[in-house]
């Protein structure tokens, strides 16, 4: 399907423009510097995994949230959007992911509701208008059903048709493909060719290629909360579909942007009778409703070796860090450090074996964000000397060493006891950083250690990680990022559906191999 | 009130700007205090309503409460129970349990050591019995909490819920056993055996003061310098405060669950031996002073500090032993303290939001 009706508007003045949006959570940047801009009669598809800042996107469109720097201009003017009904009310109407119909009530109820509460509802003008809207879209509502009885397809009709009545002039789209039948899905992309030939705006979300390049006219591509890429509606209808599809690919999975520190390694070869540090066989975890457990996942990591997990989140890679660290136990299957199994070990028996595991949800469970800096750099070794003495706390100790280790790892904290919550990203990464690497560690699984991470704190964490690796460390990177994965690794392995799809040895075509595994082309 | 303090604020804020530390004592100090002051006006505007003079009324209370010989004694006695209660909320609110079952737990241990008390006193030397009835007690209560303990620790139940459960079912067993059990044959008032006066807990000196209120002077303190000083305070305050990052530094949340609700239960059921073994002497049928409930704000006032704890169980204590001799002569319910205690801690929670809104507008 390609489109070349561009000629309404084109390179006419956006709706809505984001001018260097900037959105901070406490440790991660959500998104950094963000501009865009929403033109009438364009579909404009925002394309991006999990976690590259889709969602805070929208949520600042859509009132729910404020943007730290930058601004939103609609028609020029710059509006600060302080709610979801002003969002409405400025003409900005958003179909979230998961429908938001009160399933107990009738559609044209649903859609009454929102107006004011002194007014009696107008059922009868309601029906006179969604006629007339519904049969120059061409969708068949019935006002009577019951939201319930609708499918998810019919459902979203009803919120975009609830959208229209508002008269928004940008429709949001948010991942609203995802829940849909594959002819729902058609029937959708329809709709918003029609949308937009009579002059609305969309923004369509997704992080399905397929969708992107059958439905859009413009797509902007996300990455780790930056926009690295945006294909104009006039490449766009100049390229052919393959072309479009390699493109966006290089931009998501490719280096063609020129970084500077986007260089590949080439992996070290290790013999493979050498000893392996750390061994896995044929681990496994039964699937859970949020993650496809494990299947038969083996590897073996050497003593200095860089190992790589790529795949796209929630294909078991958090659960495999967890398994190999104790804190989930697996269904069948051993670890073998060093040739001794740990499988029945603890979470602090295996960390004092040196087995660590620095995890990814920094502020979730790998600090207490209320304690001072310094508690949280031995928050694995409460109790041990000589920071603790037969249970009782040794200040003085637990000072001098939490000073050291923030000279050593360049924290940067107005003081040690600062509550660790209050710091940024990449400053508790390295208290991480410093509790796992500092003393004893043997095999190092990382999970997305540069994940909301700022370009310089990005940058100490990948030397830290082949530093380790230099001083004999096996270490394991769990990465979402394949560029990260390319600088650091000797091997990369596949992570796709709670199985290891394949593993490739890091050098010029890794690339290409790797982000063919990824989505799904090869193996 | 709550107008004149804030140029008291200003004033102490100027003075002591060069030291920060110091700056958030006083910071601190102003925010308890203003609201408490505020409150006190607030209830007095209640009193007005009904037709009390408050400052008659305060001033009594006080006079009762803290100024006149017996009144001070008695209270003095009265927070003896409060503080265990005090220090066994303390472990389990910082270990982030939210244990309500603290009455059960308590009547439990109280019906206990009714009955152990006497019965030990007549076999052996009273100090033994004492001690003895206190144990056992402080085992019943811990009992009592178990099977919330358990529900809590290894399926995650609800504690609120359960240990709610647990106290209303613990007041009426307490009760069952007072009147089917423990009956003392000997008086037609339905009460357990009492336990004879010169065989109780010892008074301080010369005073009627129970020698209870030492023990809960060392118990909170205790729980105070565990919780912040030892590594088993820590691990209890990091289950607390962030229990996925108790997992993920290999802490045994399950165990210490367990160990954190036979503290905080033990604790309870000490305040009610020592309530029985050092006052009261037997467990009348229906009898149950709620102190539980009514320590809960006190503890949280004081923010889960022992030393903090043991100002505010004062404060309690003055206002239920001053305001019991109000309502009999001022005709003030006697449940008034328990409304100047709730006004009290709305007036404290507008506060804190004032003062978050202002630091947040002043970082902006």
């Known amino acids: 399907m390609k489109h070349v009706d561009n000629s309404i508007e084109a390179g006419g003045h956006p709706v809505i423009a984001l001018e260097r949006v900037t959105k901070r959570f406490p440790g991660v940047v959500a998104n950094d510097s963000v501009s865009l801009a929403i033109r009438a009669g364009e579909v404009h598809v925002l394309l991006g995994e999990n976690g590259a800042g889709k969602s805070t996107l929208i949520g600042m469109l859509s009132g729910l949230q404020q943007p730290d720097e930058g601004r939103i201009l609609i028609d020029g003017q710059p509006v600060a959007i302080t709610s979801p009904r002003h969002a409405l009310s400025l003409g900005v109407g958003t179909v979230f992911q998961h429908a938001m119909l009160v399933p107990t009530l009738t559609v044209a109820e649903n859609l009454l509701l929102g107006a004011a509460w002194w007014r009696r509802p107008r059922k009868d003008s309601l029906r006179a208008e969604v006629e007339e809207l519904a049969s120059s879209l061409g969708i068949r509502i019935d006002l009577d059903a019951t939201a319930a009885e609708l499918s998810l397809g019919e459902q979203q009709q009803v919120e975009i048709l609830r959208a229209l009545l508002r008269n928004s002039r940008v429709l949001i789209l948010d991942e609203s493909t995802s829940m849909l039948t594959p002819s729902g899905i058609d029937e959708l992309g329809a709709l918003m060719r029609r949308l937009v030939k009579r002059g609305l705006a969309i923004v369509f979300i997704t992080h399905k290629l397929r969708e992107a390049t059958a439905f859009g006219d413009r797509i902007s591509i996300l990455k780790l909360g930056r926009k690295v890429g945006e294909i104009a509606p006039e490449r766009f209808s100049a390229l052919s579909e393959d072309d479009l599809t390699a493109e966006i690919v290089e931009t998501m999975f490719g280096n063609r942007r020129s970084d500077p520190d986007a260089t590949t390694r080439v992996g070290t070869q290790f013999p493979a009778d050498a000893q392996p540090l750390l061994a896995v066989r044929d681990l496994c975890l039964a699937p859970s409703a949020t993650s496809p457990g494990l299947s038969k996942i083996s590897f073996e990591l050497r003593a200095g070796e860089v190992l790589g997990i790529a795949g796209i989140d929630g294909n078991g890679q958090k659960q495999l860090a967890e398994v190999l660290a104790g804190q989930i136990a697996a269904d069948s299957g051993a670890i073998l450090l060093e040739g001794r199994p740990v499988d029945a070990m603890s979470v602090g028996a295996r960390r004092d074996a040196g087995l660590r595991y620095l995890t990814d949800d920094r502020l979730g469970e790998g600090t207490v964000g209320a304690f001072p800096v310094s508690i949280n750099f031995f928050l694995k070794q409460v109790g041990r000397s000589p920071f603790w003495k037969a249970g009782i706390e040794q200040g003085g100790e637990i000072d001098r060493r939490a000073a050291e280790l923030v000279r050593d790892y360049d924290v940067r904290t107005p003081s040690i006891r600062t509550p660790i919550g209050r710091l940024s990203g990449g400053n508790i990464q390295k208290v991480l950083l410093a509790r796992e690497l500092s003393t004893g560690a043997k095999a190092v699984i990382f999970n997305k250690p540069t994940y909301g991470l700022d370009l310089a704190n990005t940058l100490v964490t990948r030397q830290r990680i082949l530093d380790a690796a230099a001083s004999g460390k096996g270490t394991l990177v769990i990465s979402t990022d394949l560029e990260e994965l390319l600088q650091l690794c000797d091997r990369i392995a596949v992570m796709s559906g709670g199985r290891l799809v394949g593993t490739v040895a890091n050098g010029p075509h890794a690339a290409s191999e790797v982000g063919s595994l990824m989505i799904g082309l090869a193996a | ?364």
């Open chain 2, 1 to 364: 009130m709550s107008v004149d303090t804030a140029p008291v604020e200003m004033t102490e804020r100027s003075i002591v700007a060069r030291s920060p530390g110091m700056r958030k004592v006083v910071h601190r100090l102003v925010l308890t205090v203003g609201p408490v002051l505020a409150a006190l006006a607030l209830a007095g505007l209640l009193l007005l309503a009904l037709g009390v003079d408050p400052l008659a009324y305060y001033g009594y209370v006080i006079n009762r409460g803290l100024l006149s010989p017996s009144g001070i004694q008695q209270t003095l006695t009265r927070m003896a129970p409060l503080l265990f209660l005090a220090s066994g909320l303390i472990v389990a609110f910082r270990a982030g349990i939210w244990n309500l079952g603290a009455d059960g737990q308590f009547l439990l241990a109280a019906v206990t050591a009714a009955a152990a008390g006497p019965y030990f006193a007549a076999i052996m030397p009273a100090w033994l019995a004492v001690v003895l009835a206190f144990l056992m007690s402080v085992l019943v209560a811990m009992a009592w909490s178990f099977v919330p303990a358990l529900l809590r620790a290894y399926q995650g139940v609800n504690e609120i819920i359960t240990t709610l459960m647990m106290t209303f079912l613990g007041t009426s067993l307490a009760n069952v056993l007072v009147k089917l059990v423990f009956l003392d044959p000997g008086t037609t008032v339905p009460q357990t055996r009492t336990l004879p006066v010169e065989d109780r807990l010892p008074r301080l000196f010369d005073t009627t003061i129970s020698s209870g209120l030492v023990l809960g002077l060392i118990a909170i303190v205790a729980v105070h310098l565990v919780m912040t000083r030892t590594s088993f305070g820590l691990r209890l305050r990091i289950v607390g405060a962030n229990p996925r990052a108790a997992v993920h530094s290999g802490l045994a949340v399950p165990r210490l669950t367990l160990a954190v609700f036979a503290l905080s239960a033990g604790l309870a059921g000490a305040a009610g031996a020592v309530d029985i073994l050092g006052v009261q002497g037997n467990v009348r049928a229906d009898w149950n002073p709620a102190y539980g409930f009514a320590v809960i704000p006190m503890v949280f006032l004081a923010r889960f500090n022992g030393f903090a704890a043991i100002a505010f169980v004062l404060l309690l204590s003055v206002l239920s032993i001053g305001g019991e001799s109000a309502a009999r002569r001022l005709g003030v319910p006697n449940h008034f303290t328990l409304v100047l205690v709730a006004i009290v801690l709305i007036v404290l929670a507008i506060a804190e939001y004032i003062d978050h809104r202002f630091i947040q507008s002043r970082k902006a």
